[in-house]
Structures are given as C-alpha cells and as structure tokens.
C-alpha cells in the first residue's frame, strides 16, 4: 500500500514539475444569470398595463452551425439539427431571448392550469428556453421512446441527473424551492442536445418567438426594471431598461442585441 | 458485588456512548488542524479554496474534486443527497481506483483525516445549512447472488439503458461514451464493468448498488432513484405487460385499455413519489403504495448489481511475474489462427500498463489498464494472441493541439539479444538506449500488418528495412481489440530477436489510446517483463530413467553376486 502512496505522490510531484497553475473558470458568474426580487406577493391584478417589444440581433448573423449526430441515427438525424444558442429570423428577429421584470414584487399569480413541459423529441429539447414556476413540477416528455437522461446543471438547487428510459414517456421532476436560471439542460446519452430551464418566483417572464416578438401583460401600474437574457447575446443586469407602466396603458420597449 | 455489577454495566453503558458517538457522524469542528493537513496534503491537487484548481489538476483526469458545489460521486446516500462524514473518511482513507486520488490511510493519521472531512465541509454551505442528515439508502433485501438474478439484471441492463455508455457487455465503449462530460465541463469516461479494481467507490455488491440507486453526483451517470424505472409503481409482471404492449406496432382495443390502465397505476406512483420528495405528508394507502413499489425497484437494483458483478473477475489479475510467467505452449502442429477455440485452453497473463511520464509528452491519466496475452509455439514458429481493452475504435483522429494524427496502437518490445543471464543489462526499459530493441508496432489503421522496429530510445526507433514475414489478424469488438501475430522462431536478419525454447525473454508493451490523446510518447506501458517458450518435457523421459533403473537393479544384483561369491570362497 505504501508503495502505491509513493508511486502517486512520485506522480503528483511530476504534475507539479510540469503543471502550470490551472485557470480556474471563475465563471462568468451572476451577469449571466436572471435577476430575482427578494419576495414577491401574488394578488389579484386589475387593470394592468401591458409590456410588448420587439428583440433584435445586431451584427453579422454567423453561419448556422449543424450539429453532429453520432448515434441513434434513425430517431436522431431524421431532420438536420442546428445550434440552437442563435436564432436569427426575418428582418433580424432574435427568437429565445427572455424578457422580464427584475423587480416586480407583488403582482399576478401564475397560471395553474399551465403545463410545463419539455419534449425530447427527434433528440433535441422543445423549447430550447423553458421557463419553470419554483413550486411547479417540470414534465419531461420522450417522444423519442430511445433512452435519454435529463441532466440540469442547477448551482442553487439540486442538480437533476434523471434517467429517462425508453418506456419513460413522461417524466415529471420534482418542484424547486429556489429561484435560479437560466441552467442549462443537457442529455448525456446524447452530447449535442441543449435546452435552458429559468425557475422563477414571479409569472412576469416572457420568450420570444421567431419574430422576436414579447409580451408581459397584467403587470400592475408602476416603475419597473426590465431585463433580458439571451443564451449568446447575454444580459443587461448590470443596466436594465426603465419602464413606467399606466394602469391599462401600453409600453413598448424594443431590444437590440449583439453576441456578447 | 451487586455494586461491582453496576459499575461494570455502567463502563459499558459509558463505553456504549462513547462507541456511538465515535460513529454517529461525526467530524470534529473544523479547525486550523484541519486547515494544515489540507493545505499540505490535499491543496495541490484540490486547491487552497477546494476547489479542485490546484498547482497539479491540469495533468489529471478525473480531476480533482470540487468542493465547494457539495457533489460527492461516492456516497452511501440518496441520489441528491449529501455524502455522510463516514463517507468523505473513507474516500480519504481509500482513495479513488483508477483516479489519481491515493489512499491516505499510512500517510494521515485518522485524526487527521477527521479533520480533513472537517475542513474539507467548510468549502460548501450546504453542511452547515442542511437541517437533517443526509439519507442513507438502504441496503437491506439485497438478493443473493444467483444465475437467475444475474440474468433478471442482464434484461434490466438493456431495458434500462445502461448500454448507451457502458456498452454491450460492460467495457465502457458504448456509444455515448466518448461524448461525455462532467458537471464541470470536463471529459468523464463511463467505468468499464468488466474491471470492478478501478472502481471509485469500490465494487462489492453493495457498492455496486449504492452507485446506482444514487448516481455518480457531478458526473454523467444518471440516478436510477425509484421513480426512473419503467413501470414504477407496478409488480414486476405488470412491468414486464406494460413493455410489452409499448413494443407492439399495433395494439387492440383490449390492449389499449390494458396500456392506459398501467400507464395511470404507474403515474400515480410516480405523483406519490415525487409528493414525498417535496415534502408533502403521505396517506396511509400511499404510504403502501410507495413502500410496494419501492421495494419492487430496489429488488431490480439488486439484479442488476448481481449482474454487474458477474461482468469482471472476482479480483485483479495477477501481473505476469513469478508463478504468472508467460509461458508460450508448445504444440507439435500448425499454430491455431486467432479465432481458434484452442485459444481458450490457455490461460490469459496480464500485463498493468500505466501511463509513460518519464518524458514529455507524458500521459497522466491513462485509459488502458492492461494488456493480456496468450502463447503457443511450434518447432518452427511462434504465435501470441494479445488483447487489451480500449473504449473507442480510433484510427484517423487529429490532436487539436498539435495537429498530430491520433490512432489506437500496440508495441510489444524485446531487446534484439537476449540478456545471457538474470543479471546481465537489459536495454532501458524506455525502447532502449544504448541496448537496442525490436519491436513490433501495430496501428489500428493498419489492422492486418505488424512493422518491425529497431529503437535506441523513445524517440529514436525505425522501421527496420528488411521487413521480416510476420502473420497478423486483429479484430476491434466490445471495447476490446485482439491482435494475433505469428513469426518464425528464427529468421536471417540479425536485427531481429532469435527465439530459443528453455530461454528466458524481456517483453515489455507499449499502448496509445487516440481517444485520450495517446501519440508518441503520451503513452501507456509496462516496464521489462520476460516469457519463456515452454521446453518440452523431452520424450527421453520414457528411455533414461527405466534404463537408470535396470542398470541400478542390475548393478545391485551383481553386487550381491560378487560378494556371496567373495564370502563363500573365505568359507
């Protein structure tokens, strides 16, 4: 046993000799992440104004990059797929960029009935952003009925590494208790799959579509923060756009965006 | 002496409490101790902030752990959960097989290492936060191990997935293998079932199924907590119904009915399930239903454990030294092809390879553990049959950062004479220095060809420009290339090794793994082992010894003749 020690402790030693100090990723840390209110208050909403925008890319639109698809062939290369973390549209919309209040702290209360679900489906997640009430349950489908395994890469709370077999067609996952997002999904059986989960306090988040089109509506009348998150283009936490909201009125508020 | 029995069950009722408390948990309070002994045993490789950056984890894979996301691979508890203190004391204790963690069981005292697992807390909150102990998972109702068992768990092993990265039959190549990550970014080989001595966290049984009812944290490896399994919540037959109809093309109304019905039993379990994990209170009849359906899933997990058992030897091969020589047979006929069933008359030696990190390039973190070989020889030829197991088929990869072309290879070296007795020189066991060696080189992308090789160093070989007439046949499946090569025991090129029966022969091996990056030097190896082809007990045997024997008798019998003669005359 002794020698084993030495032998590995000869090997540690080598590592020194050679190892430079190993950069740690200090991540690019909380900028990239959504901005939560301490508390939040859910109350019945009359009246309520409404917040609507466009979000748009700006710069030269890289080529769409496919990805490779290395196994499971005939479920997972039906179709061509593409990276997902840039989707420009017509006129330049930017499809998937989340848009929300950052500090909203009484307001509507989600929407119940509301399922929220991620397909595993020809091997890639829909949605790609999905964004999950902390308290709600996240329902994995398998439509692919190949074995997949849910893997979320939560700091905050637990991170998930689910097994999702053949027979799994539905897979809920258990509630959250906190706040925390965008972390993103992955599925180890198949490396190239990627979607982001937002598990969020308040119902004032939106996504936008292949226009690049959002809307937050019943947010009661008031000042407010509004931030975006998008998976290439990143964040304005650090300095979010002030907006005023009338009971009943109408804000527009447009974004544009460049890869960060 | 009513009074000495009180006082003697009052010092075990004392000792009792003292026992318990030495294992209930627990680690000391984190001290400065603490601190020293990580920061002079652990730091280097884990970081002064553990986080798994220290001066040494660049080289390693797996890295080092970090420990400031509390995700533990090796834990005696719930998929989820934190690992127990006993749980950090004996990773500590034991080391990680097949990592470059060792066991510090000799060089830290155990307090020591208690205050390690003291220390080694304060980089995660969530010890201190954590308002129950972590949960343990239980490990009562294990299923004996049994070939009815180890079968049920072979189904589970497809039905489950386990092949996707563990491959067909456990070598770690399935096809996800090469893509996986770990939570840190960074790449996670799935283990190779058939070799349980590097196993992490160990490969009894038991270990076996903690691993798998609670996950590898931080790694790919999924939990399989009860409600993974398909058919949660249903008896094993209503399991085994409900598969059945899922694999159907077309089902009736009858079976549709019969489906959904399964279907609903199998969501409710579920839905209790995950109530329980959220905290909610479960009914009576809940309560059952989660206990039926847990017990189902973890008698499974048994199975499946007993199967992965059956997968790898009951210990480490024994490398080829002393008894374990290799030893080439002799037969008198045609030497057998590579896929003759003679082949499995003889018994595989095992030569442990590890990785080269005498010269730069070096390899830290090898992913071939050994390389095994058989041999049979004839009066004029010999034939070896090698194999090694190798996660991925590479044979046409480029080396990102050195545009190198990356490709799986074997080289079996021998010094090109033979040592004339133990202790005269070997060439350097590094291809050689001033002592040449021949080699055989063989590539995967040249599966049916051997190049011979002269080598005065690891940097200084040539294919030697006579090539001689080498036989070769090589197969890559499961995770496993085999490779037969046959030669004439003696050829006309004097840079070749003459082979001669009763001589004892170094051998030593060299294996790239292109997948791991494996080029030139960045190898694995073994230093100089030696083989013999067996002498064949001579068939003079049968002549000399009955011959030794008359004589003997003969000579007897004549002696007694002389001296009666010799005694009768003196009468």
Known sequence: MKSYLLASLAILFACCCVGTAFAADSGSGEKEMLVFPEAYKAMNVSNGGTISGVVKFEGDVPEKKALEITKDEKVCGADEKFDESLIVGEGNALKNTIVYLIDISAGKDFDKKAKIEIDQMGCKFTPHIQIVPVGARLTMLNSDKIMHNVHIFSKINKPVNKAQPKARRKMPLQAVKKAEGPVEVKCDVHGWMSAWISYVPHPYFAVTNEKGEFTLEDVPAGDYKLGYWHEACGTNSEAPVAVTVAAGGTVTQDFTLKLK | MRIRTVALLLTLFGMLIVFNFAHAQNAPEASEKGKEVYENSCAHCHGTEGRGDGSAAENLLPKPRDFTRGLYKIRSTGTGELPTDQ???????????????????????????????????????????????????????????????????????????????????????????????????????PANLTQGWNFRGGSDTEDIFKRFIGGLAGSAMPAFEGDSFPGFGLTAEESSRMIELDNKDEMTEAEEEESAQLYEKYDAAVDIALNLAEGTELSAEEQQIYDDAM???????????????????????????????????????????????????????????????????????PTIDAVNVKSFYNDTEVAFLFTWDDRTHTTDETDEETGKTLEDALAVQFPVKVPQGPTAPKPYFLWGGRLPVYLWHWKASAPEQVTELTAKGINNAEAQAAQGELHVQSTYTNGQYTLWVKRALKTEDKKDLQLEPGVFVPIAFSAWDGANGDVDTKRVMTSWYTFVLEPVPSSKRFIYPPLIALLSVGFLFGLRAFVQRRNSEEI
């Open chain 2, 87 to 189: 749980d950090l004391f004996d990773i500590i204790t034991e080391g990680m097989p097949g990592s470059s963690m060792p066991p510090w069981d000799t060089a830290l005292s155990a307090n020591d290492r208690w205050e390690v697992v003291a220390y080694i807390k304060t980089f995660y909150d969530g010890f201190k936060e954590a308002e129950t102990s972590p949960k343990q998972i239980n490990l009562s109702g294990k299923v004996a191990y049994s070939e009815q068992s180890v079968e049920t768990g072979k189904a589970l092993y497809t039905e489950l997935g386990c092949v996707e990265c563990h491959g067909n039959i456990g070598r770690g190549d399935g096809t996800s293998a090469p893509d996986l990550t770990d939570e840190w970014g960074f790449q996670s080989w």
């Open chain 2, 295 to 365: 017990r189902v899933v973890y008698e499974k997990s048994w199975h499946l454990a007993n199967y992965v058992k059956s997968l790898m030897p009951e210990k480490r091969p024994e490398p080829a030294i002393g008894n374990n020589v290799l030893r080439s047979q002799y037969i008198q006929d045609e030497l057998p092809p590579m896929d003759d069933a003679a082949w499995g008359t003889l018994e595989a030696r095992y030569f442990p390879l590890v990785g080269q990190i005498v010269i730069e390039p070096r390899q830290f973190n």
